[in-house]
């Protein structure tokens, strides 16, 4: 009875333990069935994925064109070149422009200086005779290439050239009268002079060294005679002069010398 007993507990436990196989064989086979039809409804509910142009010009970007671009054409220009066009070729204009502008500058600044003549000659602006008319004014402001402001001077058939302003008071000297002194400032001799309009100092206009400086024994009234005083103690200072070349067609040249 015992043994009977013992086999039907046995067979109980057999067929419970197949159960549960059968059971968890049934799990398994059922999860990717469960997952796919999660997947499904996942699907079913999400808009479908935007253009790419349309995500790229939300985040900020513009679509990328589909247009075939020659690499040999130009596509902006850019100081000096243009981007897509070669670089050998852009730096060599650029190169050349520089080179153009330094000419350009030495060219402003010395002028064109007579053949045989060393640099630093400033060809100015029309004939001397057009500058300075034999029978009209003797004086003439003229204005280099430079920006540099100069005053020319004629006598008879020799021209001048000293800078725009008298040392003592710094007086535009284009007003000044022009003629043949003595030693003294006085008329008369064989230097060629120029007398400032303000202050009455007469000036060798070879050497610019001063004859007479700020006098208050020529005349000039009250304003001469101040200004004399005023300039008693002080050393009688030179006027900054120029060489000048007329050539065979009358141009004029004049070679500037630094300010003392």
């Known amino acids: ?14 067929r419970a333990m197949t159960s549960a196989r059968a059971v968890a064989r049934g799990a398994r086979l059922a999860a990717p069935a469960t997952a796919s039809a ?7 509910n999400t808009p479908p994925p935007a253009p790419r142009s349309s995500v ?27 981007i897509g066009a070669d670089a050998e070729a852009v730096a060599a204009a650029r190169k050349e422009k520089r080179a153009a502008k330094s000419a350009t500058e030495k060219d402003a600044k010395a ?51 000293s800078d725009v302003e008298s040392p003592a008071y710094k007086y535009p000297m284009h007003e000044a009268r022009v003629f043949s002194s003595d030693a003294a400032g006085l008329e008369g001799g064989d230097v060629p002079a120029a007398e400032c309009p303000l202050d009455g100092s007469v000036f060798d ?26 300039k008693q103690k002080s050393e009688p200072s030179p ?22």
Do not use: I
């Open 205 to 230: 206009l070879r050497t610019g060294a001063p004859l007479v400086y700020c006098p208050n024994d020529r005349g000039g009234g009250l304003v001469r005679g101040m200004l004399s005083a005023l």
């Open 56 to 82: 790229v010009a939300r985040a900020g970007f513009a679509p990328k064109s589909t247009k075939k671009v020659d690499a040999a054409a130009p596509r902006m220009k850019l100081a000096g070149g243009e």
């Open 38 to 44: 999660a997947a499904a409804s996942a699907a079913a």
């Open 111 to 161: 002028g064109t200086a007579p053949k045989g003549f060393p640099d630093g000659w400033s060809q100015l602006d029309g004939t001397v005779d057009e500058l300075l008319p034999p029978k009209g004014k003797a004086t003439k402001a003229v204005t280099l290439r430079t920006g540099r402001v100069l005053v020319l001077y004629r006598l008879g058939d020799t021209v001048f050239c």
């Open 239 to 260: 006027m900054q002069v120029h060489p000048v070349f007329v050539d065979g067609a009358k141009r004029v040249y004049v070679k500037v010398r630094a300010a003392k």
């Open 1 to 14: 009875m015992l043994a009977a007993r013992t086999s039907a507990a046995a067979s109980a436990t057999s």
